[in-house]
């Protein structure tokens, strides 16, 4: 009853809310003629032609009495077709509007962005750059932060102090993340900006604590990482769960309950590694309903990760929706999970995807090959496969070698088999035995088989009528065809 009551006084406050709004914006308030078209869009897209050009109309108003807020989202809707024709050049000036008569600096940022990555317009870079230090000139955080990643390349020095500045003074997020990740800025100076900064600042002593962790500083990072984590910063809760799993004396349970509450704050890596360790536990549960339910909470997590844009969520979220866990087999979406993990350089998405493309894909071999090139062993196995049946033998050797140094066990057998034939190195059936007894301790079938031959034959080792058996009867038990057929 009393839930009810507060959701009927919740409505009945945005009912008097958007009233307030309407009366403001018919006497010709031109903020309210913003709002009010910004508030609805939130809600709901326009039912019908008349209420888009009612939106429309309002923005205009607001736009032409000097709100940039309206001139950028009439640019927007230009630039996207939302609600009116595809129009780049009206929204150019919609934008130049916003920049010039209303002083919003989002109006230039806009059209550096048109014309630096070529967006509706032909790209011109030295337009765009113009446009760009309008909006800089103007204190646009989020053009500082562009033209500092810009300019990093030519004067490392000059974008950390613009990355310093820009959240220092406009507290952007994405600068100091930038500056506390990028390679091609001093760390040691970095280091020193967030040990001068890390005062009342949880999002800074979270960084700064990570950093300890990973210098072995576990003091000072734990005493760091608790502030942040009780300020409810995310990182810091993660940076918390990190420090119990790496301390020889940390707790397990707490570790986890960090961990989880990192996740819920949003926390992308958290929700992933939760996520996962909800699946491992839901596999230990003899009581299908509680099964059932943990795989739901795991998929909660992980969908979260996914849809923050990381790569091994993406993946793992791609290989629940092709196996059927917690959700009914959906082989189009799984894939389009795993090519977004792939898009990003994710491995095993990339080998996967690969594998889910017939071979006469244009996609397919690239994948396979930058797999390969990545270091994933199943996929140098299957270049050296693929290399094998287009006629490139001594290729194909170079990838089952690299297989091989990277663990792959049926590259053993490959091996094996090409130094007994001599296909694609110099026939040395010695060392092909060698590679086949390997391949066999690992439980490889097929090379159990060979084995039999070449201890049947005398190729490679001597004749041997005991090893032959031996190696017989562990290919039949194996199920191999050849070896099923004969009878000694």
């Known amino acids: 009853m009393a839930a009810q009551q507060h ?12 009233q307030q709004l309407r009366d ?3 006497k010709g308030d031109p903020v309210a003629c913003f709002q009010i078209v910004e508030h609805f869009e939130r809600k709901a897209l326009a039912a019908n032609k008349l209420e888009a050009q009612n939106r429309i109309n309002l923005l205009l108003e607001a736009s032409n009495k000097g709100v940039g807020a309206a001139s950028l989202l009439l640019g927007r809707w230009y630039l996207n077709g939302h609600y009116v024709n595809k129009d780049p050049a009206k929204a150019i000036l919609f934008f130049e509007h916003a ?3 209303c002083k919003d600096s989002y109006g230039y940022y806009q059209l550096a962005e048109m014309f630096q990555t070529g967006v509706g317009v032909k790209a011109h870079p030295e337009k765009g750059l113009e446009y760009l230090k309008k909006a800089v000139d103007l204190h646009n955080p989020d053009a500082i932060f562009t033209y500092a990643s810009q300019v990093l390349k030519n004067d490392a020095d000059k974008a950390l102090q613009l990355l310093k500045d820009n959240y220092k003074k406009h507290q952007h997020v994405r600068s100091l993340l930038f500056l506390n990740d990028s390679p091609e800025i001093n760390q040691s100076k970095v280091q020193t900006f967030l040990e001068n900064q890390h005062q009342n600042d949880p999002l800074i002593s979270a960084l700064l604590a990570f950093r300890y962790l990973n210098q072995g500083k576990i003091e000072q990072a734990k005493q760091l990482a608790d502030y942040a984590a009780e300020q409810n910063n995310a990182v810091g809760c993660h940076v918390r769960a990190l420090i119990e799993l790496q301390d020889e004396h940390g707790s397990q349970e707490l570790a986890q309950q960090w961990m989880l509450k990192a996740a ?9 590694r939760v996520g996962i360790s909800l699946l491992a536990q839901a596999e230990q549960q003899n009581d299908p309903a509680l099964e059932e339910k943990i795989v739901q909470q795991a998929l909660q997590y992980i969908a979260q990760a996914a849809q923050a844009g990381f790569a091994p969520a993406q ?3 791609g290989q629940c929706w092709l196996q059927g866990i917690g959700v009914e087999k959906n082989q189009q979406e799984g894939l389009g999970w795993i090519e977004r993990a792939a898009q990003q350089g994710h491995v095993d998405a990339m080998f996967t995807l690969a594998l889910n493309l017939p071979v006469d894909h244009a996609q397919h071999l690239p994948l396979l090959q930058a797999a390969a090139q990545a270091g994933h062993p199943k996929a140098m196995l299957c270049m050296g496969l693929y290399l094998q049946n287009h006629a490139q033998p001594e290729q194909a ?10 663990g792959d ?6 091996l094996g088999m090409a130094y007994l034939t001599g296909n694609g190195v110099e026939a040395d059936a010695k060392h092909a035995v060698e590679l086949l007894n390997q391949a066999g301790e690992a439980g490889d079938v097929d ?17 041997n009528k005991k090893s032959q058996a031996k190696y017989l009867k562990l290919a039949q038990q194996g199920n191999h065809p050849e070896a099923l057929k004969i009878e000694e």
């Open 7 to 18: 959701t009927q006084q919740q409505a009945q406050s945005m009912a008097e809310f958007e």
């Open 24 to 26: 403001k914006a018919q």
């Open 99 to 101: 920049g010039n008569v």
């Open 264 to 272: 819920q704050l949003g926390h992308v890596d958290a929700s992933y």
């Open 315 to 317: 993946f793992s979220l």
């Open 397 to 406: 050797v170079e990838w089952f070698k690299h297989a091989k140094e990277r």
């Open 409 to 414: 066990l049926r590259a053993d057998f490959m």
């Open 447 to 463: 090379a159990y088989f060979a084995l039999y031959q070449a201890y049947r034959d005398g190729n490679g080792v001597r004749k």
